[in-house]
């Protein structure tokens, strides 16, 4: 059991080399204002200009307009685009096309339903899929909630698209997750924070670790 791994919310230094360290496949920058882990222009420069060609530098978005986006690719010279809101599928194929990186759609899980629709819409258009628990009733965020959902509705799936495991994960938890779901990738926040919008060395090496079968 091994898989690639992703770390969203870097929003410091101290996150980038941990998880650079850690041999993390991916980091994830938030370009959210409401999340604690958004960052600025200028953050996004900072915080990409070290790391390697090897590691895909992901920007996050909830339903931004193309200025918003061009600007972040500019400065964090982005790799992929994930888009975590209402986003259609022709917005996606016109985000691929305007910005010819590739695109990730996040979906929120709660029942098989959810997933049947995911499969007819979104399958085969975005680059990559991210399975991501529905918030929860109270937050003001549509994702980096630390909310899982129920990893077995995954097994036996088969995807046109790449595809992550998101929501909830922790380093205690993210192997049976791979598991049960085969997710090839995984993507963690909160479980790798020692206090929420606070990325934690300890936890990340400790989540990579377990994610990959060290
Ligand atoms: O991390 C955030 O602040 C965030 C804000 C808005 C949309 C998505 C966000 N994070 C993504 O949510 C999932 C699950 O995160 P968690 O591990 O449960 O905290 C993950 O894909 C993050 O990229």
């Known amino acids: 059991m091994s898989c690639m791994v992703k770390i969203c919310g870097i929003n410091s230094e101290d996150a980038v080399l941990a998880a650079m360290s850690a041999g993390a496949d991916a980091l994830g920058y938030v370009f959210f204002p409401p999340s604690p882990r958004h960052i600025s222009l200028n953050g996004a420069a900072t915080l990409?200009?070290?790391?390697?060609?090897?590691?895909?530098?992901?920007?996050?978005?909830?339903?931004?307009?193309?200025?918003?986006?061009?600007?972040?690719?500019?400065?964090?010279?982005?790799?992929?685009?994930?888009?975590h809101g209402s986003e259609t599928p022709d917005r996606v194929k016109e985000v691929q096309d305007v910005f010819g990186l590739k695109a990730m759609k996040a979906i929120s899980v709660s029942t098989t339903k959810d997933l049947d629709k995911a499969a007819k819409t979104y399958d085969g258009v975005a680059d990559f899929l991210l399975f991501d628990a529905k918030p929860p009733k109270?937050?003001?965020?549509?994702?980096?909630?630390?909310?899982?959902?129920?990893?077995?509705?995954?097994?036996?799936?088969?995807?046109?698209s790449n595809w992550m495991l998101a929501g909830g994960l922790d380093p205690d938890n993210v192997a049976e997750a791979v598991e049960i779901s085969n997710a090839p990738w995984v993507d963690v926040s909160s479980g790798v924070e020692r206090t929420r919008g606070v990325k934690d060395a300890r936890k990340i090496n400790a989540f990579v670790r377990a994610a990959k079968g060290y």
């Open 48 to 83: 990409t200009e070290r790391v390697p060609d090897s590691i895909l530098k992901v920007g996050l978005f909830v339903d931004a307009g193309n200025e918003a986006i061009a600007n972040a690719v500019k400065a964090g010279n982005l790799d992929m685009i994930q888009l």
């Open 138 to 160: 109270d937050s003001t965020l549509p994702g980096g909630n630390a909310t899982s959902f129920d990893w077995t509705l995954l097994a036996g799936r088969e995807w046109k």
